[in-house]
Nanobody
């Protein structure tokens, strides 16, 4: 069983930065695809970024150049550094894991955190 706990959300003005963290309780952290998703009010959950077991990141077009996904395998922790935040980045951000190859498809992830709220004001 994998447990994921996010932290680091909050409120920030447009142009500001936040760093999200996700602590994973799993024996073989490096064997998983780790990802960040977000869900804005009234919208479907969407992929933001993921990193596969060899550390290769992939980003949604909407966050390329502004967000950076990284991980510390020794600490079983996934990060999302979010810079130049925009009001449209507002939503609940979820950490997710799957023990196969990476994808941005929500339905392919079987482990989810509880989410952390990010609010960006204009």
């Amino acid at each position: 069983q994998v447990q994921l706990v996010e932290s680091g959300g909050g409120s920030v003005q447009a142009g500001g930065s936040l760093r999200l963290s996700c602590l994973a309780s799993v024996d073989t952290y490096g064997a998983y695809c780790m990802a960040w998703f977000r869900q804005a009010p009234g919208k479907e959950r969407e992929g933001v970024a993921h990193v596969n077991s060899d550390g290769t990141p992939t980003y949604a077009d909407s966050v390329k150049g502004r967000f950076t996904i990284s991980q510390d395998n020794a600490k079983n922790t996934l990060y999302l550094q979010m810079n130049s935040l925009k009001p449209e980045d507002t939503g609940i951000y979820y950490c997710a894991a799957r023990s196969w190859s990476c994808t941005m498809l929500v339905g392919f992830f079987n482990y989810w955190g509880q989410g952390t709220q990010v609010t960006v004001s204009s």
